[in-house]
């Protein structure tokens, strides 16, 4: 168990829809990443807060937004969906301000499918 | 732009054999580099990362990984192969502190008794 958590596990939704994904961090820990994996563009880092401020930005749709709260847990917004949207959502979490070069803690992921 | 290439989308060894899964990168700059493992079903565990320093990294449940700058080169390893070894891993890199990490493909070792 990393100490992340992340909600729901499943999510079967409609092409158009809007979700909201959700992860709670590791207690004490001040960075959340955003990770999507699929089959055909593999596992994909979306974006990044370090306390509550956007610090890293990756492969992100504009149809698709994030922030993080003052208690530190995060939510990933996925707007319009489209079926290729279906993936596993993955969240992470590090300790201090040393961006990328930290240990990342994965949460268990949210399997999203689009239909 | 960066890239990770990881040889191979499935690796099948036997049984106490050995463990070798290839991972490259393309930079002009050496970045830092990591191998984090998938198990079925769970989120990806770091097992090991070169930042600076000794070019051998040993990671966790025996892996470890050598920095070849000369071959841009980030190969795992493992003496002997267990069952429980049977995941996906993963070879990232990333420029700088500031940098997006860059995850490879992915390689699916499968464990033969």
């Known amino acids: 168990d990393s100490g992340v958590t992340q909600t729901p596990k499943h999510l079967i939704t409609a092409t158009g829809q809007r979700v909201t994904l959700r992860c709670s961090p590791r207690?004490?820990?001040?960075?959340v990443y955003w990770y999507q994996q699929s089959l055909d563009q593999g596992l994909q880092f979306l974006i990044q807060?370090?306390?509550?401020?956007?610090?890293a930005k990756g492969n992100i749709l504009e149809r698709f937004s994030a922030q993080q709260f003052p208690d530190l847990h995060s939510e990933l917004n996925l707007s319009s969906l489209e079926l290729g949207d279906s993936a596993l959502y993955f969240c992470a979490s590090s300790g201090g301000s040393s961006g990328s070069l930290e240990t990342q803690y994965f949460g268990p992921g949210t399997r999203l499918l689009v239909l | 732009a960066q890239s990770v290439t990881q040889l191979g989308s499935h690796v099948s060894v036997s049984e106490g054999a050995l463990v070798l899964l290839r991972c490259n990168y393309s930079?002009?700059?050496?970045?830092?580099l990591f191998w984090y493992v998938q198990y079925p079903n769970q989120g990806l565990q770091l097992l090991l990362k070169y930042t600076t320093g000794a070019t051998l990294v040993k990671g966790i449940n025996g892996f470890e990984a050598e920095f070849k700058k000369s071959e841009t080169s980030f190969h795992l390893t493992k003496p002997s192969a267990h069952m429980s070894d049977a995941a996906e891993y993963f070879c990232a890199a990333v420029r700088n502190r500031d940098d997006k990490i860059i995850f490879g493909k992915g390689t699916r070792l499968h464990i033969l008794p």
């Open positions: 930079s002009s700059v050496p970045p830092y």
């Open positions: 807060y370090y306390n509550g401020e956007e610090r």
């Open positions: 207690s004490g820990d001040l960075s």
